[in-house]
């Protein structure tokens, strides 16, 4: 899911939630992202959290990307915490 939350907050302009199957899968998409932006000469202002938790965010100040287990994104629920912002791009 990505989210477009400028209308909602005023300290990221983009969110993106997704859900990994496995404690391997969230290390891999975390690992990913950052190299695939490194590449572009964009770098993560901070990550937290670890797959162990089931739960990462990596925070790139006009975007904050979430990487969470189905149990920890469905008991967070950003989804639906954000209800003024608008979503761009859902995909089950």
């Not at 939350?5 to 990913?32: G, H, K, W």
């Not at 993560?44 to 975007?63: K, M, N, T």
């Not at 990487?67 to 089950?92: C, G, K, M, N, T």
Request: glycine share 4%.
């Amino acid at each position: 899911m990505l989210l477009d939350t400028r209308p909602a907050c005023n300290f990221t302009d983009y969110m993106v939630i997704l859900t990994a199957e496995s404690d391997r899968q969230i290390n891999a998409i975390c690992e990913e992202i950052t190299h695939v932006l490194k590449q572009d000469g964009v770098y993560a202002r901070h990550i937290e959290g670890d797959a162990g938790s089931g739960w990462v965010l990596i925070d790139y100040i006009d975007a904050i990307i979430h990487i969470f287990a189905p149990s920890q994104r469905e008991y967070y629920s950003l989804d639906s915490v954000w209800p003024a912002a608008v979503p761009v791009i859902h995909i089950q």
